[in-house]
């Protein structure tokens, strides 16, 4: 109880400093902070086909359906940015139904090479259906995101908008996972032949997370289309694709909040190196130190630092040596030396 009390402390003191930061950091922080929301609910509903054991490489691809279905309904057919982002994450999970439904009894590194195909498939079609997504030359003039009819002009109000989003979503991921149905996908992710064995439909339940998971992937890119109103290609490749799922190897895909700090971090990591040129050119190096680093010293990610640390002073604290016993004084030595036994 008082851990769940103390966790939901933590939270509420992290929310009210996002939003404070949000209030008084200005335009470079609600954008830089809107795209570390965005990469949090990437990587949170990649976390769903993970827990299944299934190594998913292509949750870009759903990304990139949202988006260009929210953008396009919205610029070509003026509709609410409300209804174009559930048009582009009902899109995104109807595309995944169709792609995983065939592909999801492959196992290991045999259906991982079909979400790399698939997301190449995606960027292919997006890239030479010119007449629809513009190409290479990119699909800009997407409509600012709107609420119940107000246009949010700034980067500060969408940035609301985009922590609204987030709070909800992983709110729902969180009752997912620790109700019947997220141990049901645990219990596939550790063992699926001994579930199969039990009664239960393992293609059906890893069909429903592969499309929970595509579903929440489409509202991110609808999100992102609206944001950064342009869309390009390339932006929804193969790398973007891995980096998403860094994000949960790196936090701890073993616990729900691993995903979220690993977001967080390898997000705002590059902007340590956003100042200059000399800088600039280290950056993915040291990105690889720090991914490299993380592997070797924390297996089950970020989210065990803490732990760890904790545990490390505790060993130190009980090496320290106990003091000797206390030494008699001089006075009560003689004293005890004129009473003689007997």
Not at 23 to 43: C, E, K, P, Q, R
Not at 207 to 214: E, R
Not at 259 to 265: K, Q
Request: hydrophobic share 55%; proline share 4%.
């Amino acid at each position: 109880m008082k851990s769940n009390s103390r966790t939901v402390a933590l939270l509420a003191v992290v929310l009210l400093a996002l939003i404070l930061l949000i209030a008084m950091g200005g335009s470079y922080y609600a954008h830089l902070l809107a795209l570390i929301f965005t990469n949090v609910i990437l990587a949170s509903s990649l976390r769903l086909s993970l827990m299944c054991g299934q190594l998913n490489i292509g949750h870009s691809a759903f990304m990139s359906v949202g988006a260009y279905t929210s953008a396009l309904l919205a610029k070509n057919l003026g509709v609410p940015f409300e209804l174009s982002l559930l048009g582009g994450a009902v899109l995104a999970m109807v595309v995944g139904i169709a792609m995983g439904y065939p592909s999801l009894r492959l196992r290991g590194v045999y259906f991982a090479m079909v979400t790399v195909a698939f997301v190449e498939a995606i960027r292919l079609i997006v890239q030479i259906w010119v007449s629809l997504t513009r190409g290479m030359s990119g699909l800009s003039g997407i409509p600012k995101p709107s609420l119940l009819g107000m246009v949010l002009t700034t980067k500060t109000d969408q940035c609301y908008l985009a922590l609204g989003l987030v709070v909800v979503i992983l709110l729902i991921l969180y009752k997912l996972e620790y109700s019947r149905l997220g141990l049901i996908w645990k219990s596939i992710g550790m063992a699926d032949n001994l579930a199969l064995s039990l009664g239960v439909n393992v293609a059906a339940y890893k069909l429903l997370a592969f499309a929970v998971g595509c579903f929440f992937a489409g509202v991110a890119g609808a999100f992102y289309a609206h944001f950064v109103r342009f869309l390009f290609p390339p932006t929804f490749d193969f790398l973007m694709a891995t980096n998403i799922l860094v994000y949960n190897y790196v936090g701890g895909r073993g616990n729900f909040w691993g995903p979220i700090v690993g977001a967080a971090f390898l997000s705002w990591l590059p902007e340590v190196f956003r100042g200059s040129e000399a800088t600039r050119q280290y950056e993915t190096i040291f990105f690889a130190i720090t991914m490299l680093l993380t592997i070797l010293f924390l297996p089950g990610g970020l989210i065990t630092l803490p732990g760890k640390l904790t545990g490390l002073f505790r060993r130190r604290a009980e090496s320290v040596p106990s003091p000797s016993p206390a030494v008699v004084t001089s006075g009560q030595h003689v004293a005890m030396q004129g009473n003689p036994k007997g």
